[in-house]
């Protein structure tokens, strides 16, 4: 069974740096396209970042444009979010995902998930 962990997160002061790993235990990234989302508390999921995994191309949303990096090591099965000049509201619970079919955008596109890790920056 293919599963999906993220580790990294933790506790930030506001403007500095963190940087989440996602790691595959099968073939999730033969899949064409990763992707982060984060959810705050009471708030619904909401996309981050993508990356299509043969190419390398990236998408961000523009909350966190310019300022968080995806990227991946294809030989440790490893995807990355390097998050830089944090802001309070980037708190949240972290997740990477794989994508089934559709928009990169949805998160109901996506079939794999890991269990999540938490983001806290303070200010």
Same mark, same amino acid.
């Given at each position: $069974?293919?599963?999906l962990?993220?580790?990294?997160?933790?506790? @930030?002061? +506001?403007?500095?740096?963190l940087?989440?790993?996602?790691?595959?235990?099968g073939?999730?990234?033969?899949?064409?396209?990763?992707?982060?989302?984060?959810?705050?508390?009471?708030?619904d999921?909401?996309?981050?970042? +993508?990356?299509y995994?043969?190419?390398? $191309? =990236?998408?961000? +949303?523009?909350? @966190?444009?310019g300022?968080?990096?995806?990227?991946?090591?294809?030989?440790?099965?490893?995807?990355? !979010? $390097?998050?830089?000049? !944090?802001?309070?509201e980037?708190? +949240?619970?972290?997740?990477?995902?794989? !994508?089934?079919?559709?928009?990169?955008?949805r998160?109901?596109?996506?079939? !794999?998930?890991?269990?999540? =890790?938490? @983001?806290?920056?303070?200010?």
């Amino acid at each position: $069974q293919v599963q999906l962990g993220e580790s990294g997160g933790g506790l @930030v002061q +506001a403007g500095g740096s963190l940087r989440l790993s996602c790691e595959s235990s099968g073939r999730a990234f033969s899949r064409q396209f990763m992707g982060w989302f984060r959810q705050a508390p009471g708030k619904d999921r909401e996309f981050v970042a +993508a990356i299509y995994w043969r190419g390398g $191309q =990236t998408s961000y +949303a523009d909350s @966190v444009k310019g300022r968080f990096t995806v990227s991946r090591a294809d030989a440790e099965n490893t995807m990355y !979010l $390097q998050m830089s000049m !944090l802001k309070p509201e980037d708190t +949240a619970v972290y997740y990477c995902a794989a !994508l089934s079919s559709g928009s990169i955008y949805r998160p109901q596109n996506y079939d !794999l998930w890991g269990q999540g =890790t938490q @983001v806290t920056v303070s200010s």
